[in-house]
């Protein structure tokens, strides 16, 4: 269930171990800006959602359905373009983060964020990492999320876990993560690289 925080409360009250311990490295890791960008790339944000559970952090991520405009089957993170009335990004990756996955922006604290990737669907991204009360109940929009999925940063970090290999059209190789018959690529796997590193 949400576990909405008093009117008035301060974010950083609510802060405390392994929170202090993520806004530190999250302040701590470099941060990149993207070349070639232009006015043609939409913006969008989205929300890296960490929470704990029985003692492990865990990554919030969702499986799209095949009838979304945009990365159709792909595992990503809550998020997506900026709308006129979204004043920043944040409020972006909130928004939709609400609509996706009835998240309330209320019950959200803000960590960090990390560099902005460019896609190659034409998207400046601005990922942003927060962390969420437990206990929560996730409930999917049907529409947009086929899958919600709970991820354990341990099993990201196993190198198992982690191939790399050209695609074509693609320059350079590609990163992509595998957990159970589950497989990251693309932007997620480029953002979640990021994430790895500041808390490895």
């Known amino acids: 269930m949400s576990a909405r925080r008093p009117a008035g409360e301060d974010s950083d009250e609510r802060l405390s171990g392994w ?3 993520a806004r530190r490295r ?14 043609a790339h939409r913006r969008a944000g989205v929300l890296v ?27 990503s993170f809550p998020g997506g373009g900026q709308e ?12 939709e983060t609400e609509e996706e996955l009835a998240i309330a922006p209320a019950d959200v604290v803000l960590l ?9 669907t ?5 990922p942003f990492v927060a962390a ?3 206990p929560y109940v996730w409930k999917p929009a049907e529409a947009e999320i086929a899958e919600v999925l709970e991820v354990p940063l341990a099993a990201l970090m196993d190198p198992a876990s982690l191939e790399t290999k050209p695609m074509p059209g693609r320059e350079g190789k590609i990163l992509f993560y595998h957990y159970g018959n589950h497989v990251i690529w693309g932007a997620t796997a480029r953002i979640l690289a990021e994430l790895l590193e500041a808390f490895r």
């Open 132 to 134: 969420v009360p437990q």
């Open 19 to 21: 929170l202090e311990e």
């Open 84 to 95: 006129p009335a979204d004043e920043t990004l944040y409020a972006t990756a909130l928004r």
């Open 112 to 120: 960090g964020s990390l560099s902005p990737i460019v896609t190659i």
């Open 26 to 39: 999250l302040a701590a890791a470099p941060r990149e800006e993207p070349e070639g960008v232009s006015e």
């Open 49 to 75: 959602p960490l929470f704990v559970r029985e003692g492990r952090l865990l990554v919030l991520l969702t499986r799209r359905t095949e009838s979304v405009e945009h990365h159709r089957g792909q595992i």
């Open 122 to 126: 034409n998207f400046y991204v601005e």
